[in-house]
């Protein structure tokens, strides 16, 4: 078999295996949705309506994830090695025991607001930034097409930081031990998954040192001060 159709099969494969992991995802959101609209869930702190919310932001996001990966351009090029790959492959699927943790320690009121407005928030700028993203979607470190506007001229990994917003939200809500362990070992394949993305986009495209001079790899600017990578 030649490296082209190595190539096409891998990259279809690697289609398919997103579009039933998170057609799977969000049908369970789906059915928590459904059972939350014919009240048979008991909700944190009975805020009903924040948890509707939060979970049709989630929702919407990962049926976008799906839309994405459909229809995503092909890559020019992707990390070498089985390390990367799995890193990738790991970070992804790691969210998922995360989201569906049974609730530990019930929290306070008031965090259990500020966790389902982190969810929601987390989850509706996630869905924006993957409208700007687009066809360039990718679990794996592959080079696509190379995006610099919209979120992405704020900060160059705009999507992991949202997802991390979400992500503390369903710490603090599923509050125990293994949540936080959950959520620190994602972090920190996460940051590996960085390095791995950045090296790919370096490589497949020239321009991309001078917008990442331009551009923090985090947290933005302040108003006023020039932007420094970060």
Known sequence: MNEGRQ??????????????FFTIVATLKGISIAQLLAGSTVTPADNWLLVLLSNFASLVYLCLV???????L???RGAQGIEPRVTAMA??????????????NT????????????VGLGSALSAYVLIWLGRS?????????????GPYAIVRHPLYLTEAIATIGMVV?????IAVLLAAVLWALQLRRVRHE?????????????????????????????????
């Open 7 to 20: 190539v096409k099969i891998g990259e279809f494969l690697g289609r398919v295996g997103i579009v039933l």
């Open 66 to 72: 799906i839309a994405v990966a459909v229809f995503r």
């Open 74 to 76: 092909k890559p020019s």
């Open 91 to 104: 970070a992804t699927f790691l969210m998922l025991p995360l989201a569906l943790l049974p609730l530990g």
């Open 107 to 118: 929290p306070p009121a008031t965090a259990a607001v500020i966790a389902l407005c982190l």
């Open 137 to 149: 979607f990718s679990i794996m470190a592959e080079a696509r097409r190379l995006v610099t506007r």
């Open 173 to 177: 809500l599923n509050w125990s031990l």
């Open 198 to 230: 950045e090296n790919v986009l370096q490589a497949a495209f020239p321009e991309y040192a001078s917008y990442a001079a331009r551009t923090p790899r985090w947290l933005p600017a302040l108003p006023g001060r020039q932007r420094q990578p970060v």
